[in-house]
């Protein structure tokens, strides 16, 4: 069984900035794309960004382009979400998902098998 668990989350004011980090409990870290999404209340979960198992590609939702940044460390088997610029509408639980090898498509929630519990991100105006 896959754990994934997120730290990192907070209260933070617009403007300001966050770094969420993620480890999995998995045997080979590197072959897995890692992702985040985050929901806010009342909305359906949504697409933030992801990594390749590489770290060579990533990919971001339009309302975070320019501000997030997803990396990973291979060695520490752990991806990083940095959120700078931070808006009170990036209020919301983030959730770090999973999947082993290559999706079809990076953004698509049922692509990932593994997710973590959450971690509220609160920004304040």
């Known amino acids: 069984q896959v754990q994934l668990v997120e730290s990192g989350g907070g209260l933070v004011q617009a403007g300001g900035s966050l770094r969420l980090s993620c480890t999995p409990s998995?045997?080979?870290?590197?072959?897995?794309?890692m992702a985040w999404f985050r929901q806010a209340p009342g909305k359906e979960r949504e697409f933030v960004a992801a990594?390749?198992?590489?770290?060579?590609?990533?990919y971001y939702g339009d309302s975070v382009k320019g501000r997030f940044t997803i990396s990973r460390d291979n060695t520490k088997n752990t991806v990083y979400l940095q959120m700078n610029s931070l808006k009170p509408e990036d209020t919301a639980v983030y959730y770090c998902?999973?999947?082993?090898?290559?999706?079809?498509?990076?953004?698509?929630?049922?692509?990932?098998?593994?997710w973590g519990q959450g971690t509220q991100v609160t920004v304040s105006s």
């Open positions: 998995v045997r080979t870290f590197s072959i897995y794309t």
């Open positions: 990594i390749s198992w590489s770290g060579g590609r990533t």
């Open positions: 998902a999973a999947r082993q090898n290559y999706p079809r498509d990076y953004t698509m929630i049922n692509e990932y098998n593994y």
